[in-house]
């Protein structure tokens, strides 16, 4: 091989990177990075142009597959802008996350999971903090000082049960009546909802609390189940009578279609908060910041449509 062809080789393949490299060239040179924290009337602006340029954005979300659509649709018809979702549970969310970041690989934009998991995220210095002109129509304690991630929405655990296996009338209206035995082989409980059961253990008092579980289990049993969605499922079709952890939007959504279900609410009621944050090395962070606006601002009537309880306070 001549030094002419390997000189020509090289200058093809230093074009073609260039051509590559041109793209996100012009992307990084459009988005200024004070527009995620700016209050300036022309922020969403700026915020639009810089994210057609970048043209999509990546969210890694523990969202029900289902819901994803509703949600997502209308922010990609407004702006042209691909919403590209990975899915799965928080904790696997969360892990990919952590995982992805460790070895530099940069895919995720944003992720939308629970507060537990966001502020993982934060105290592992992955997120970035952002403002948005949402922030001050959302319920106290939405925004965290840190600013690194904000509730979007609040699931409230509920007590489902199939009306066919279990009458109105019977339906359990404290912790206490589940100790009866008539529950025995008839009680579920997804296997991550452990703030849930902190919480109430400690309404309890911790040592009666602890107590009551032990009895509960010894008792009658609890049937552990993966997947909030699941186990309503499960719930729906019979095969749990009674579910004693599920976000009311869930057997709420099954009760609309028909289905056999209905809920009460035991107290201590239990609300958790799922989250949005945008990561520290987003690729897209104009398009990131631009959705993440919208899930607090005009989405969250997708949100409310879908029975989950909105942060925003107008909608």
Avoid: C
């Avoid at 992955?126 to 979007?152: I, K, Y």
């Avoid at 019977?170 to 912790?175: E, F, G, N, S």
Wanted: hydrophobic letters at 40%.
């Amino acid at each position: 091989m001549s030094t002419s062809t390997t000189l020509a080789q090289r200058l093809s393949r230093t074009v073609i990177a260039g051509l590559i490299a041109w793209p996100l060239l012009l992307q990084a040179q459009s988005f200024d990075p004070g527009l995620l924290n700016s209050s300036a009337p022309d922020r969403t602006a700026k915020l639009v142009a810089a994210a057609k340029i970048e043209g999509s954005l990546t969210m890694y979300t523990s969202i029900a597959e289902k819901d994803l659509k509703p949600i997502i649709e209308p922010f990609e018809k407004k702006y042209g802008i691909k919403v590209n979702t990975w899915r799965a549970s928080g904790d696997s969310v969360l892990n990919r996350t952590l995982n992805e970041n460790r070895a530099k690989r940069y895919t995720a934009d944003l992720v939308h999971a629970g507060a537990v998991e966001l502020e993982a995220l934060y105290r592992e210095k992955v997120l970035q903090p952002v403002t948005s002109p949402h922030f001050a129509d959302l319920m106290p304690g939405s925004v965290p000082a840190h600013r690194e991630w904000v509730s979007t929405i609040y699931s409230l655990w509920v007590q489902a049960y199939n009306t066919n296996t279990v009458k109105k009338g019977d339906a359990p209206k404290t912790y206490a009546d589940l100790l009866d035995p008539k529950w025995k082989g008839k009680l579920g409980y997804e296997v991550e909802n452990i703030d849930w059961f902190v919480t109430v253990v400690k309404s309890m008092g911790e040592a009666n609390g602890l107590k009551y579980f032990r009895d509960l289990a010894t008792t009658n049993g609890i049937s552990v189940r993966k997947g909030h969605t699941n186990l309503t499922n499960m719930v729906g079709a019979g095969e749990v009578p009674l579910a004693m952890t599920v976000y009311n939007y869930m057997p709420e959504q099954l009760k609309k279609k028909g289905a056999r279900v209905d809920w009460v609410v035991l107290q201590p009621a239990v609300a958790r908060a799922s989250a949005v944050g945008l990561m520290r090395n987003a690729p897209r962070p104009a398009a990131a910041a631009l959705f993440m606006d919208y899930l607090l601002g005009e989405g969250q009537q997708a949100f409310a449509d879908l029975e989950y309880l909105p942060s925003n306070t107008k909608v």
